[in-house]
């Protein structure tokens, strides 16, 4: 069945001085609206060249106008794109002028949310363009894509597909029980079995698929003018954070992000850890948000210069649960010694900053198991533990009792938590969700 909708249309381009600016319509008017503002007949399925003209016949810009047939389109519907001059005065004059002859403004995500309600794409291919979009890496927009390509989709399908075969086994017994065999219950575990192990194989990673997602937090910490901040600057190669030889000059978390070998690495300089007693309010606040950092943080560098201080051997002890880097700093000041446990630095002179690189990308990959070629979001893990928890419980029953309208009604709550990932069942809360994340013009 197919949805109609109004027309509308929003600027795919950003509302900033560039050389090409793109304006979308979509629905079932954008051909009528498009032939009201265009100087020469459109003809579908081709390049078309002209002017945008106001209804005095007076030209607004040069453009080139791309025309998609129904369904054949990015949303599934008759869409228009018009490529004008990338002039804010320009684009704006032209939005002006299809929004009189019709059409609205889209809302966020809504030419994306035509194309899931339109069939064109499944919700998890959905959601993937809006990763493709946030990527903040090589890895993480490879992996989007391949969601877009619908690679997830097809792995969900799979473990659907032996569990709707059985449902519809178990209905039917139970309908028609003078025509239809009972299903072994040692089917039905072994099915049910298979499928969690490979729900499972999706999960375990996870934690794995967040990491490429968002980033992965390491955190520097160490007592006061340790050099946190100038090792903080290194690793981000500008002056970000300040570096005095005053303790406690930084008093709060900087937070700042970069991309090593594909992965986002989120860096944070905390203030330098001390007795509290020492310390006046706003640094103890810098302390005390520091072991928070700690706490929420993936790696840990801990930075000493000599020795190990009785301080020292409380920072290492909140980060115990951590993987924990040790970083000796000031090399060029400090002898250097055999600590093979630590990797030695100076930020002045740039020693051994790209050895540290290596070592966090190791803790990374140790972090991150496997290659994965795919990711899950908060909201398609939650589907999969649902589903997970469904099957269980399946099996538990299955196992307990002979009655199969009790197991029935978890397998049909396993079937839909999977649905829900892809989009077959969905409510309006969790669809209108989605797409608000998205920004106008996709």
Same mark, same amino acid.
């Given at each position: 069945?197919?949805?109609?909708?109004?027309?509308?249309?929003?600027?795919?381009?950003?509302?900033?001085?560039?050389?090409?600016?793109?304006?979308?319509?979509?629905?079932?008017?954008?051909?009528?609206?498009?032939?009201?503002?265009?100087?020469?007949?459109?003809?579908?399925?081709?390049?078309? /060249?002209?002017?945008?003209?106001?209804?005095?016949?007076?030209?607004?810009?040069?453009?080139?106008?791309?025309?998609?047939?129904?369904?054949?389109? /990015?949303?599934?519907?008759?869409?228009?794109?018009?490529?004008?001059?990338?002039?804010?005065?320009?684009?704006?004059?032209?939005?002006?002028?299809?929004?009189?002859?019709?059409?609205?403004?889209?809302?966020?995500?809504?030419?994306?949310?035509?194309?899931?309600?339109?069939?064109?794409?499944?919700?998890?291919?959905?959601?993937?363009?809006?990763?493709?979009?946030?990527?903040?890496?090589?890895?993480?927009?490879?992996?989007?894509?391949?969601?877009?390509?619908? !690679?997830?989709?097809?792995?969900?399908?799979?473990?659907?597909?032996?569990?709707?075969?059985?449902?519809?086994?178990?209905?039917?017994?139970?309908?028609?029980?003078?025509?239809?065999?009972?299903?072994?219950?040692?089917?039905?575990?072994?099915?049910?079995?298979?499928?969690?192990?490979?729900?499972?194989?999706?999960?375990?990673?996870?934690?794995?698929?967040?990491?490429?997602?968002?980033?992965?937090?390491?955190?520097?910490?160490?007592?006061?003018?340790?050099?946190?901040?100038?090792?903080?600057?290194?690793?981000?190669? !500008?002056?970000?954070?300040?570096?005095?030889?005053?303790?406690?000059?930084?008093?709060?978390?900087?937070?700042?992000?970069?991309?090593?070998?594909?992965?986002?690495?989120?860096?944070?300089?905390?203030?330098?850890?001390?007795?509290?007693?020492?310390?006046?309010?706003?640094?103890?606040?810098?302390?005390?948000?520091?072991?928070?950092?700690?706490?929420?943080?993936?790696?840990?560098?801990?930075?000493?210069?000599?020795?190990?201080?009785?301080?020292?051997?409380?920072?290492?002890?909140?980060?115990?649960?951590?993987?924990?880097?040790?970083?000796?700093?000031?090399?060029?000041?400090?002898?250097?010694?055999?600590?093979?446990?630590?990797?030695?630095?100076?930020?002045?002179?740039?020693?051994?900053?790209?050895?540290?690189?290596?070592?966090?990308?190791?803790?990374?990959?140790?972090?991150?198991?496997?290659?994965?070629?795919?990711?899950?979001?908060?909201?398609?893990?939650?589907?999969?533990?649902?589903?997970?928890?469904?099957?269980?419980?399946?099996?538990?029953?299955?196992?307990?009792?002979?009655?199969?309208?009790? /197991?029935?009604?978890?397998?049909?709550?396993?079937?839909?938590?999977?649905?829900?990932?892809?989009?077959?069942?969905?409510?309006?809360?969790?669809?209108?969700?989605?797409?608000?994340?998205?920004?106008?013009?996709?």
């Amino acid at each position: 069945m197919e949805n109609n909708f109004d027309t509308i249309c929003a600027t795919l381009t950003p509302q900033a001085l560039s050389a090409v600016g793109i304006i979308r319509i979509s629905g079932d008017s954008a051909f009528n609206i498009a032939n009201k503002i265009f100087s020469k007949e459109i003809s579908p399925k081709k390049i078309n /060249y002209g002017f945008i003209i106001d209804e005095y016949q007076k030209k607004l810009d040069e453009v080139v106008l791309l025309p998609f047939v129904s369904p054949h389109s /990015y949303t599934g519907e008759d869409v228009i794109e018009i490529q004008c001059h990338g002039n804010p005065q320009i684009i704006n004059s032209i939005l002006e002028l299809i929004l009189s002859k019709g059409a609205r403004m889209a809302q966020k995500g809504e030419f994306t949310k035509r194309a899931f309600l339109n069939h064109r794409i499944d919700l998890s291919q959905a959601e993937a363009v809006l990763d493709v979009i946030e990527a903040k890496s090589t890895k993480s927009a490879q992996n989007a894509l391949n969601n877009l390509g619908g !690679y997830l989709k097809e792995k969900i399908n799979l473990i659907k597909e032996d569990l709707i075969e059985i449902y519809s086994k178990v209905i039917a017994s139970i309908d028609f029980p003078e025509d239809v065999a009972e299903v072994d219950n040692k089917t039905i575990v072994s099915i049910c079995n298979d499928k969690i192990h490979e729900i499972n194989d999706i999960l375990k990673n996870a934690k794995s698929h967040d990491f490429i997602r968002d980033g992965l937090s390491v955190c520097l910490i160490g007592v006061p003018n340790v050099g946190k901040s100038s090792l903080f600057n290194s690793l981000l190669n !500008y002056s970000r954070a300040i570096v005095t030889d005053i303790a406690g000059t930084t008093r709060d978390t900087i937070k700042e992000a970069i991309n090593l070998d594909g992965y986002i690495i989120n860096f944070i300089d905390t203030a330098g850890i001390r007795d509290k007693n020492n310390a006046d309010l706003v640094e103890q606040i810098g302390i005390d948000n520091s072991i928070k950092s700690i706490e929420q943080s993936d790696i840990v560098l801990f930075l000493y210069e000599k020795n190990y201080s009785e301080i020292d051997e409380k920072l290492i002890n909140l980060a115990k649960n951590k993987q924990v880097i040790f970083v000796k700093t000031k090399t060029d000041i400090i002898p250097k010694n055999d600590d093979t446990d630590s990797i030695e630095i100076s930020s002045k002179s740039g020693f051994g900053i790209e050895d540290l690189k290596n070592k966090i990308l190791s803790a990374i990959k140790n972090l991150i198991h496997i290659d994965t070629d795919y990711t899950t979001n908060k909201r398609q893990q939650t589907c999969l533990l649902r589903a997970k928890e469904s099957l269980e419980n399946v099996i538990n029953t299955s196992t307990e009792s002979d009655l199969a309208d009790l /197991y029935a009604i978890d397998l049909k709550a396993a079937i839909l938590a999977l649905d829900e990932i892809t989009g077959e069942v969905l409510t309006d809360d969790i669809l209108d969700n989605i797409f608000s994340n998205f920004c106008i013009g996709k």
